[in-house]
């Protein structure tokens, strides 16, 4: 079966560094999506990578490793306002997106 | 990015009565729509996928005939929940992918249904 495993929560401190990591299986891949999701509103789209690497975008990161099944997504100097809920999905064969069940990301003072 | 609107944000209705909601693409034609809904708490389930002008694919355990779904346009997908239970109370998201052969898919606000 596709499975999407992701912690369920976290805990880091503001202006810290905090590393979400995701491992999938699934029949086939497409892309590794990253998405933030504030309490009671849509996902917001974070990063999209599909080939191995990192990929930068201001204090977001996400590293992909296809051989290995696995991603994270890395937020520095943590603001209040990043406590979320973190989701990974994965794009299969079918060019459908299996989803996480979410990290949900606090941040304390 | 693309703008997807979802409409109404919330609806409150009377177990019984259908609801609709609209998922529009407003600058870009998308040829597959996706109906997703999320509980409290938990991750987003897909319910459907809608393809423009073809009937759409249920995921396991929905109810077609509960919640119906139109793709009649490129830009437009509507989901009607039909003889709402206060179960059915959710937050429903919509999502669509273009036609340009973009993997992304974007994300309406999502529709806070509850059913009294």
């Known amino acids: 079966g596709q499975n999407i495993d992701q912690p369920t929560e976290m805990t880091a401190t503001e202006g810290a560094i905090v590393q979400i990591n995701c491992t999938y299986q699934t029949s086939g891949f497409n892309g590794l999506f990253w998405y933030q999701q504030h309490a009671g509103e849509a996902p917001t789209f974070l990063s999209y990578n599909v080939l191995d690497g990192l990929e930068e975008k201001g204090r977001f990161s996400s590293f992909l490793s296809r051989s290995k099944g696995y991603s994270y997504l890395l937020l520095k100097e943590l603001q209040m306002k990043d406590s979320a809920s973190y989701l990974c999905?994965?794009?299969?064969?079918?060019?459908?997106?299996?989803w996480g069940a979410g990290t949900k990301l606090i941040i304390k003072p | 990015g693309a703008v997807v609107s979802q409409h109404p944000s919330w609806v409150i209705c009377k177990s019984g009565t259908s609801v609709k909601i609209e998922c529009r693409s407003l600058?870009?034609?998308?040829?597959?729509m996706f109906w997703y809904r999320q509980f409290p708490k938990q991750s987003l389930m897909l319910m459907a996928t809608?393809?423009?002008?073809?009937?759409?694919?249920?995921e396991q355990g929905v109810e077609k005939d509960k919640f119906l779904i139109n793709h009649a346009s490129l830009t437009l997908s509507t989901l009607t929940v039909t003889s709402a239970h206060p179960e059915d109370s959710s937050f429903y998201i919509c999502?669509?992918?273009?036609?340009?052969?973009?993997?992304?898919?974007?994300f309406g606000q999502g529709t806070r249904l509850t059913v009294v």
């Open positions: 999905a994965v794009m299969d064969s079918n060019y459908q997106l299996i």
């Open positions: 809608s393809n423009e002008g073809s009937k759409a694919t249920y």
């Open positions: 999502s669509a992918r273009s036609t340009g052969g973009d993997t992304e898919a974007f």
């Open positions: 600058d870009f034609q998308a040829t597959t």
